[in-house]
């Protein structure tokens, strides 16, 4: 038994993994990975692994960046935690400072968690802190999209709920007031990009005004629903949904820890839409997607609301050990610097073009049913007559044996490269993504396959 075999089968005895068929794991070789650099998976057989889905949509700027590695290298040396409650310390001061800087015009304040769930659970508590601030305690209900994905904490999946993730804890979540998602591969309407009026917005109009006076926050994830099916819809929508909430006073959060820090071609989503949230959660790529951190980064007036006066206290009582930890700090302000120094915005404008033209063509292979890129996300469905989620996993099984990474989201196949992947790297994955359709949705083969 090799090395490999030991170690799967100690892992079969011990690891319980997250969104992973048990018994579909324990029948089939998984790769056990050993080190990363770059945009590369390396397995403990030496094998390399292209990283089409960036480790779960974080590790945008690469695997061991050598300016984060030396950022947690030495900040680890110097101090390793410290508590925020009532202090502070060097590190989340000049990273506060940092994201206030970067973030969307008006939002100046910053409360850390440590992953995306604890950053939306924040989020909704200080939205209902908020009103009960104000005098207004009736102001307690939230709306969401369906299709929508905040995070497995029992309070996110109440904002979240997939039926195919959360059907056996339905019983014990408080659900939102839920509108109908901008979900462009099935249009009720039958719109097609050219002509589409937003008719969908309706319901989301239909929920705020009907229920202005009772509702604190709208949340959505802007211009993109990830874990959902890589729902990408139009700025547009995200645009009147701020302009709505302020007509009828209720609080707008926007999730962005999937899409933000240069996903979908700026540094934050909001700014497709031309707007700013009152609440922004941000995570994943704000370490570079090195260390678990998360926050929410609130507008001042949300902020004042929370001063207590001499007849009230007005503490926000929430909080994380780790909230702001110092090497997790030190690695986002590191990799702030990388975003911004290195010009990562142009280079998510190359892959952009790429993605777009490569998926477009997608759409003329039969058994794609519909296709769709945005920035450095890019996703298509596998129709249901050709097979559906399983010849999704069919095809992402032959991708990995030519070397690449991706992974379904039932029928739905997507590429999100880190956003530092060269020219000739984003060929090789799109070449071996065309290769792995083809193999598997036609008879006829074609395209020599990529050396990597």
Known sequence: MNRTEILRRKDISHFWHPYTDINSLERREFPVIEKAEGVYLVDTEGHRLLDGISSWWCVNLGHSHPDIIDAIR???????NSITGGMSHTEVIRLSERIATISPEGLTRVYYASDGACSVEAAMRISLQYWWNLGKPEKRKMISLSGGYHGDTLGCVGLGYISRFHKSVEHAVKRSITAESPHCFHCRYHRKPENCGLECFASMEKAITENSGSTAAVIAEPVCQGAGGMRIYPPEYTARLRKLCDENDVLLILDEIAVGFGRTGKM???ELAGIVPDMMCIGKGLTGGSLPMSAVVASEAVYDAFRSDSRTDRTFYHGHTFCGNPIAAAAAYAAIDVYERDNVLGNVEMLS???????GKYRGIPGVYGSTALGCMSALEISEESGGAGKAFEIADTAHGKGLFIRPLGSVLYLWPPLVTTKKEMEIMLQIFEDSLIENLLTTPRLKR???
Request: aromatic fraction near 10%; glycine fraction near 4%.
């Open 353 to 359: 073009e790429m993605l777009s033209e490569a998926f």
């Open 268 to 270: 934050f989503a909001s």
């Open 74 to 80: 030495k900040q680890s040396g110097r101090l390793q």
């Open 450 to 452: 990529v050396t990597l």
